[in-house]
């Protein structure tokens, strides 16, 4: 079975009903959104922290959680890995992995003069961010990234400019407000997990005050997040509520949940089934939505439908808006 598919002991085909006592229970349709659930990125970095477990032996130390989920952080730690925020925790000598959120080039050389054995599991497509930022730099241009300013991503990415030469915002406001005449060159580079309405709305602002800004060539908002707001857009509408599976201190999960609010009254992020807000779920029976974050597991989405079944006779529809191929090359492990 692949990483991340579903281990949930129950075939979806939409005749399907799962119950514990019958008809006494009431009847939910659960639209299922895909895709959820782990995208390339966040499997590459989980991978990586596995492949150097069996390279160089437990401990491995990674820098801030790989990905923002409890339960895959958990996991690897049964495996041997030790999380840390600051790399003067990790002995000298170790192996170090820095997140898949990417961290900034003084992050890299701390590491080296600490003599540790890093590797780097930013995303692929977070790397590609900090590249625009280089070349923005080199040619003249302030930065402006919409995201959320303290972001791991953002900080990261910002670590790769001097100071005082990139701005961050996250919304009109923030670009009134910004100190600079309207033929200042700028340019804007987008945190990949931002909400791709959000953004549309705040580069619009930026292009409507800035005549001379740069903007990227394909969108920084990723594949993942892109596909993921997609797929819930489609279902948010037709349901009573929303379940979004994913932590509360990851970006990708927190915009899910924002999105719903749109046209869903209840929402709930949870990172677990035993946070399921059960009085905020229709006690009479409807329709249900269940997405998942970007670095939610699929046992977790398992657990919740597993959960709802004890309650409800629940029949589950997965509604698919797009097929996702995007894959990473394996982070290479080598002997050091
Ligand atoms: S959410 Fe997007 S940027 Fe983040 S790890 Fe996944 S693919 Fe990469």
Redesign the pocket.
Known sequence: MRPGHSQFPFSRRPEDVYSRDGLRLPTVEVLLAAPRG?????R??IQAVRDALELHGAPIYVRHAI?HNDAVVSELEREGAIFVENLADVPRGSVVIFS??GVSPAIAREAQRHGLRAYDAV????AKVHREVERYHRGGRHVVMVGHAGHV?VAGTLGHLPDGTASVVSSREDVSALPFAADEPLAFVIQ??FSTGEAADIVAALNERFSDLAAPRTSDI????TNRQLALRTIAPAVEAVIVAGASFSS?ANRLAELARETCRSVQLIDSADSLQWNALPILGGRIGLTAA??TPESTVDEILAALSRRYRVSVREVASVVET?Q?APLPIGPA
């Open positions: 782990f995208c390339a990125g966040v590459r970095a990905v898949a959120h995303c692929p497509l977070v991503e990949t997990t990723c594949y993942a997040t990708n970007a670095s995007q990473f």
